[in-house]
């Protein structure tokens, strides 16, 4: 089987690695950060991601995978170099270049003859003629092949993806690195590298779009008296519309909507497009953002001393711990600002303290320690287990009982049997 490096082993690099090792390709990682390859020689899997660690643990035990700090020796032997490196919100919007052209110049004396240059991470729509020339080299391929791999579920999407993409201008190159995935049963898109970069922001930003109707939609639900959860039911059958990305929530975040979305803007922008339609998409999340913050306040009993709402949920999705553009934290901050104390419950959260955020939330270790003496408790991750809290029991600990369920996860009629005013988004 063939060698393989991969440059990188943050999310994206980690998950590659492993999946393709698991796929049977020896695999070599290498990552600036000592403390991490040290960990993950160890078997410890530094990210939270479903089945990875144990994944990585067998790839480990049988010898297809090793964790190094050294990007040239990575490369000297390798096949396949996958540039899985960080490329960060520019100042601009668009992703940021800058770690993969430095990488690219340590090691592109030492790549071997013959072996491709690929980018996994998202690199913005026409990179790769720089990356190309910046390789400088006759003798060594470039293909672009970008990730669709969501957070939580990342294993299952690199091995069972609904489509592989690979961009090239060389047949042969492409071919190859087709070949590396030869026993996942996908479809593979062959294509130019141009139209490859643009098929990962495309989907990402088609996905928001669809994400910010449903909210907007959820809205209309809420003052014509419709119910969001048989509207989009009704909706979904239709498979032109299909059911998934269909669900209203506290508005969409990650590392990866807000930040594709803004450089598909910010690209068509420069090369003289105003997809008006797009900033219409960023702008409506936002501002469903601050309409639900404000709901939230709104059921405060403005007569009383009432002043303290609990959060079940701050991560931007359920089977993750990442805060990063979480609509949820956005939330808690509006509130704050709204002189509101907020305590929260994430059960997969225990610090705040790295996200800066320790001021403004007080983290808890439960649902019960969360609802505390505050008056209204808002779901606004969709974590399963909170499906199995007994309201009863979380009232008995409350000012007062009203729920707000930002993510349609709860059983309305048990929540008022318990004696809660219910209101959801996309419900009255
Ligand atoms: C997203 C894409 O789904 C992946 O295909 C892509 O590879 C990845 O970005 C990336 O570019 O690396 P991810 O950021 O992990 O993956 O998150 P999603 O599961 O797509 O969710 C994004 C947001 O939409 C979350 O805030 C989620 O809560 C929200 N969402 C999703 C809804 O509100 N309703 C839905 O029905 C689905």
Same mark, same amino acid.
């Given at each position: 089987?063939?060698?393989?490096? &991969?440059?990188? /082993? ?20 290498? =990552? &600036?950060? %000592?403390? #991490?390859? +040290? ?39 390798? =096949? ?14 668009? /992703? ?6 430095? &990488? ?5 004396? %030492? @790549? ?7 980018? #996994? ?7 790769? $003629? ?43 190159? $492409? ?26 922001? +495309? ?6 779009? #669809? ?48 930040? *594709?979305? #803004? +450089? ?9 497009? *105003? ?12 501002? %469903? ?32 711990? =990442?805060?990063? *553009?979480?609509? $949820? ?48 408790? +808002? ?23 009203? &729920?707000? =369920?930002?993510? @349609? ?8 049997? $318990? ?10």
């Amino acid at each position: 089987m063939s060698e393989i490096a &991969v440059l990188g /082993a943050g999310y994206v690099g980690l998950t590659t690695a492993v999946c393709l090792s698991s796929l049977g390709h020896s695999v070599v990682v290498s =990552d &600036v950060n %000592h403390g #991490k390859i +040290a960990s993950l020689n160890d078997g410890k899997c530094p990210i939270f991601e479903e089945s990875l660690e144990e994944l990585l643990q067998q790839c480990i035990e049988e010898s297809r995978i090793r964790f190094i700090s050294n990007n040239c020796d990575a490369v000297k032997d390798s =096949d396949y170099v996958f540039l899985c490196l960080p490329t960060p919100e520019g100042e601009l919007g668009e /992703a940021d270049m800058q770690f993969v052209l430095s &990488v690219i110049d340590e090691v592109r004396t %030492h @790549l071997r003859s013959g072996a491709i240059v690929i980018t #996994k991470s998202t690199v913005p729509i026409g990179a790769s $003629a720089d990356v190309f020339k910046r390789i400088g080299r006759d003798d060594v391929s470039y293909v672009s092949n970008p990730e669709f791999l969501r957070e939580g579920t990342a294993v299952q999407d690199f091995l069972d993806p609904d489509r592989i993409v690979i961009g090239s201008t060389s047949d042969k190159a $492409a071919s190859r690195v087709g070949m590396l995935y030869s026993r996942i049963s996908a479809p593979i898109v062959y294509t130019d590298p141009i139209s490859a970069e643009t098929i990962k922001y +495309a989907s990402n930003s088609f996905l928001a779009t #669809k994400l910010s109707f449903i909210n907007g939609l959820a809205s209309v639900c809420e003052v014509v008296g419709a119910d969001a959860d048989e509207v989009l039911r009704g909706m979904g059958m239709d498979t032109r519309i299909g059911e998934s990305y269909l669900r209203p929530g506290p508005g969409w975040g990650g590392s990866c909507f807000p930040k *594709d979305t #803004k +450089a598909l803007l910010m690209t068509s922008d420069a090369r003289g497009f *105003d997809f008006g339609l797009l900033r219409s998409v960023i702008d409506a999340n936002s501002r %469903h953002i601050d309409r639900i913050s404000q709901r939230l306040n709104s059921m405060l009993d403005k007569e009383s001393d009432d002043r303290c709402i609990a959060l079940l949920g701050l991560a931007f999705k359920a089977g993750t711990d =990442d805060l990063r *553009d979480s609509p $949820a934290v956005e939330i808690a901050r509006r509130l704050h600002r709204f002189g509101i104390s907020v305590r929260a419950f994430d059960p997969a959260i225990s610090d705040l303290s790295r996200w800066g955020l320790a001021e403004e939330i007080r983290v808890c270790g439960s649902a019960s320690e969360a609802v505390q003496g505050a008056s209204v408790v +808002a779901v606004l991750t969709e974590w399963p287990e909170f499906q199995q809290i007994d309201p009863s029991s979380l009232g008995q600990l409350m000012k007062r009982r009203v &729920v707000f =369920d930002g993510r @349609l996860l709860l059983a309305r009629r048990d929540w008022e049997s $318990a004696g809660f005013t219910y209101v959801g988004v996309g419900r009255q």
